[in-house]
């Protein structure tokens, strides 16, 4: 699932950032900055699970005929979150590429669950430079278990007298126990 959130964040990026800007999922270690290429870099620093997003239950999946073909374990959601910097010669181009990347995130269409985090990233001690925090809400869904029991052939229900009868309260009413029982 992190490498798929991954891949689509860089994909939406390179689409809507200029031709030649880089996007990364670390931060690049150029020495000299103004060799450095213009890049945004990704950083992913936290992983949490979304309880309120976990749906309840197994589902069944069926083909078209309405044979079970196999269930499948509840979704889960996560919440990834990463560091969004922009790396540039300048820091007037760095706040230029910031500011495309921004838009390019949280752009209505993007098709992904995006938010703006409420921490800012030189508090997670990355380097004092503009950027910001990004948190993803995204689905695991879990692959279909197809092996499943055979469907039972027949099915046997009884009911049977227990071998002591209940005493009912305070000596009124008679009660008779009943028990239902399964046979293989």
């Known amino acids: 699932m992190i490498p798929t959130v991954d891949q689509a964040l860089r994909d939406l990026l390179r689409k809507r950032l ?18 450095l290429q213009p890049a945004v870099s990704l ?13 309840a239950g197994w589902d069944d999946v069926r083909g ?6 196999g269930r499948r374990a509840p979704t ?7 560091v969004v910097q922009a790396h540039a010669a300048d820091v007037e181009s760095e706040h230029a590429l910031l ?24 508090e997670l001690g990355f380097p004092p430079r503009a950027g910001f925090v990004l948190t993803v809400n995204a ?6 278990d197809t092996e499943l029991a055979k469907p039972a052939d027949e099915v046997h229900l009884g009911v049977a007298n227990t071998v002591r009868p209940m005493t009912p309260p305070n000596g009124r009413k008679q ?3 009943k028990r239902i029982e399964e046979t293989p």
């Open 76 to 82: 889960r959601r996560y919440e990834l979150s990463y």
């Open 99 to 122: 500011g495309q990347a921004l838009i390019a995130l949280t752009d209505e269409d993007t098709g992904l669950d995006l938010r703006l985090g409420e921490t800012l990233p030189c």
């Open 43 to 55: 950083t992913l620093f936290g992983l949490r699970d979304d309880a309120r997003g976990r749906s």
């Open 18 to 35: 200029p031709d030649g800007t880089a996007v990364l999922l670390a931060v690049p270690t150029a020495l000299d900055a103004t060799d």
């Open 139 to 144: 689905p695991y869904v879990p692959p279909v």
């Open 64 to 69: 078209v005929d309405g044979t079970l073909l």
């Open 175 to 177: 009660w008779a126990r």
